[in-house]
């Protein structure tokens, strides 16, 4: 069984920073892509960014891109999405999702196994 972990959500005001984690732990795998994604309420879950294992190719959403940075380190098993210039609309519960059969591909869907959620608050 996989389990993945986020954190790093919160409360913060508009034009604030924040950094989300998520490492899966479990069941390991050689390879996996990673993505992030969000819902907020009443909305649909949506794509967020995403990264390749060797973190070569990423994807952003377009309301994202110029924003927030996805990256990794493998050593530490770790995905990270930094945060920059929050907006109010940025708010909602940001979960972390895991690719094992492409992971050269930095996609928008077709992920394995996804974490609980964290919460991402951002007040104007």
């Known amino acids: 069984q996989v389990q993945l972990v986020e954190s790093g959500g919160g409360l913060v005001q508009a034009g604030d920073s924040l950094r989300l984690s998520c490492a899966p732990s479990?069941?390991?795998?050689?390879?996996?892509?990673m993505g992030w994604f969000r819902q907020a309420p009443g909305k649909e879950r949506e794509f967020v960014a995403a990264?390749?294992?060797?973190?070569?190719?990423?994807n952003y959403a377009h309301s994202v891109k110029g924003r927030f940075t996805i990256s990794r380190d493998n050593a530490k098993n770790t995905v990270y999405l930094q945060m920059n210039s929050l907006k109010p609309e940025d708010t909602a519960v940001y979960y972390c999702?895991?690719?094992?059969?492409?992971?050269?591909?930095?996609?928008?869907?077709?992920?394995?196994?996804w974490g609980q959620g964290t919460q991402v608050t951002v007040s104007s």
């Open positions: 479990g069941r390991t795998f050689s390879a996996y892509a």
């Open positions: 999702a895991v690719d094992i059969h492409r992971p050269t591909v930095a996609g928008r869907q077709g992920y394995d196994y």
């Open positions: 990264i390749s294992w060797t973190g070569s190719s990423t």
